[in-house]
């Protein structure tokens, strides 16, 4: 596939447990973005990966929060210690500069 | 004061008739701007771009854009049905790379048969 893929599409766990988010960018797009979305809101912006660079963290709302990419290709999100307010819905994008391209999102829900 | 401020609505327009959808934004050094087009439950597509003052046209798409105003519109014509969706503004983030967004929360626009 062309596009940007993540996995999984929805996740349901219980608070206070660990979760990992996977995003597969658009084959040679050096940007990465995490955005996630609540019910009726607009995107948050989380975290930036670009290239090699030091990834701009400014966005993640606590230390629970983490992320990497690895090999300046596949991206992983953790949340720590869910809580019920970190479910949403968690969107990763990549980029080559002109516009950010979504992937299909991964539904959390912390019940 | 937000970043990016649009009318949620929903707008309800007739079918075939031009649907016009607006965007304010805060920061004076924002360079490009985006509209995405939002069905519900999936995710952003990016429909639009425009990085200089005037029109651009894709289509039944025209993005507008005013630096000295601070807004960028985005006008559909012939509206159709398949149209009905919340259409986001972005702006690039002050800061956030060549390509980092702020994203406005969208209107809600809905095409009338």
């Known amino acids: 596939g062309a596009g940007v893929s993540q996995s999984p599409s929805n996740k349901v766990t219980e608070k206070g447990k660990d979760v990992e988010l996977r995003c597969d960018p658009i084959s040679g797009h050096t940007a990465l973005y995490w955005y996630r979305q609540s019910l009726g809101q607009g995107l948050e912006f989380l975290i930036y990966?670009?290239?090699?660079?030091?990834?701009?963290k400014s966005g993640l709302p606590s230390d629970r929060f983490s992320a990497e990419r690895t090999g300046g290709s596949v991206s992983t999100l953790t949340i720590q210690r869910t809580q019920q307010e970190d479910s949403a819905v968690y969107l990763c994008?990549?980029?080559?500069?002109?516009?950010?391209?979504f992937g299909p999102g991964t539904r959390l829900t912390v019940l | 004061q937000k970043e990016v401020e649009q009318n949620s609505g929903p707008l309800s327009v007739p079918e075939g008739a031009i649907a016009s959808l607006n965007c304010t934004y805060s920061?004076?050094?924002?360079?490009?701007f985006f509209w995405y087009r939002q069905y519900s439950g999936k995710s952003p597509e990016l429909i639009m771009s425009?990085?200089?003052?005037g029109d651009k046209e894709d289509g039944r798409f025209t993005a507008q854009l005013n630096k000295a105003s601070q807004y960028v519109s985005l006008l559909i014509r012939d509206s159709q049905p398949s149209d009905s969706a919340t259409y986001l503004c972005a702006v690039n983030r002050p800061g956030g790379g060549a390509d980092g967004l702020t994203f406005g929360k969208g209107t809600h626009l809905i095409i009338q048969p």
């Open positions: 990966f670009q290239g090699n660079s030091a990834p701009d």
């Open positions: 920061d004076r050094g924002s360079q490009s």
């Open positions: 425009i990085y200089s003052n």
């Open positions: 994008a990549s980029s080559l500069g002109r516009g950010l391209f």
